[in-house]
């Protein structure tokens, strides 16, 4: 399944003599000048390998936040799989002109033009000048509207990337899934995630939400959250709290100065910060886990970054062992399986996360109209 009118790059017959424009998601982790983390380094080659093998030079643009924010970094990494030259400075497209077939450049971090998130049509025109074609191969970027993602598909003949392609059927079957369904939602931005539990309340039989999205569910209880991570705003939450489906934490880690302990959500007090989900819910989830079909998680369940990974990490680990379809995404989230080396285990691990959650909740994304 795809959607209609979005044209495919495996269907290109011949691209002899022509020049692939490739936006790609190469923003990857980066420490001592060395990629540490190269999943979507990855995903992309089969795309990037099947432009060369139909005769095409590839140029790859991709945006970059790590340290210096140049991607030289990447373009030296990319060597161990081909031939790559790193163009530094691309505002002349001449030097696409003379690359010969198979022949692969990576381009600078786009975001070093302020033309790129402001979707300027002298940007567009500048990046559409250096392809013949078009792919897009960053659905993780594509609820942007940017140069390299709307802007370029209106002056090329644009098409979608293997990995794009899966991201948009994988995905997609959140939305016809094999009962029974869990949804797991973790992290923070209560503000961002609200309409994503509203629409997968009717779609699930158990939506879970955990991390710092519990934290307005037990203020509305009248609960304590002490200090503990919350969204501001008023939330019409009171329908989702007399749902059936949805499933709180019975229990959460809370730090309190130097003291952690465990406890009930109803006995959080005013010095408490709620910074996991305990052993009682994982447990839970276990149990939700045995009954599920199918199951979408989106988001960590604790403070993952300040090192409370351990719900987190279980939850993953309880996943890998079900046999249920498992469809995970996010950054946390892609991080934890990653460290616990059980990607395998996964039905499918998106790259993408603030764009896997716009595609969950509207059913599209800005880079998939462009396409179409």
Aim: with cysteine; charged share 20%; net charge neutral.
């Amino acid at each position: 399944m795809i959607s209609v009118g979005m044209k495919l790059v495996q269907d290109i017959t011949n691209l002899s003599g022509k020049r692939a424009l490739v936006r790609v998601d190469f923003n990857v982790p980066v420490s001592a000048g060395k990629v540490i983390d190269d999943f979507r380094i990855k995903e992309s080659l089969p795309t990037i390998e099947l432009l060369r093998k139909k005769g095409a030079s590839v140029i790859l643009i991709s945006h970059f936040e790590g340290g210096g924010k140049t991607l030289a970094v990447v373009a030296e990494y990319l060597k161990k799989y081909f031939p790559v030259s790193f163009i530094p400075n691309y505002s002349s497209p001449d030097f696409s002109k003379n690359l010969q077939e198979g022949e692969v450049v990576l381009c600078e971090n786009l975001r070093q033009n302020l033309g790129e998130k402001e979707n300027s049509e002298e940007f567009v025109k500048n990046l559409a000048a250096l392809g013949d074609i078009f792919v897009n191969e960053a659905f993780s970027v594509s609820h942007r509207e940017h140069s390299s993602v709307v802007g370029v598909p209106k002056l090329l003949p644009s098409y979608a990337g293997l990995r794009f392609q899966s991201e948009y059927e994988n995905l997609s079957d959140a939305f016809h899934p094999v009962q029974p369904f869990l949804f797991a939602l973790g992290g923070a931005k209560f503000d961002t995630k609200f309409s994503l539990i509203e629409k997968f309340v009717s779609l699930a039989d158990f939506v879970f939400v955990g991390g710092a999205l519990a934290n307005n569910f037990f203020l509305k209880k009248g609960y304590s959250i002490g200090k503990s991570l919350h969204s501001e705003g008023n939330f019409n939450i009171d329908n989702l709290l007399s749902n059936r489906k949805i499933v709180l934490p019975l229990d959460v880690v809370v730090q309190d100065g130097e003291s952690v302990s465990v406890k009930k959500p109803e006995e959080v007090t005013n010095g408490d910060i709620i910074v996991d989900c305990g052993k009682e819910t994982v447990e839970m989830l276990k149990q939700y886990l045995k009954q599920s079909k199918t199951v979408l998680w989106n988001g960590p369940f604790g403070a993952y970054e300040k090192g409370f990974k351990k719900s987190t990490n279980l939850f993953a680990e309880a996943i890998a062992q079900s046999s249920a379809r498992s469809i995970v995404g996010g950054g946390d989230t892609i991080a934890s399986v990653s460290s616990l080396g059980i990607f395998d285990k996964f039905s499918f691990v998106s790259t993408a996360g603030g764009a896997m959650l716009d595609f969950l909740s509207k059913g599209t994304l800005p880079g998939i109209d462009a396409l179409n």
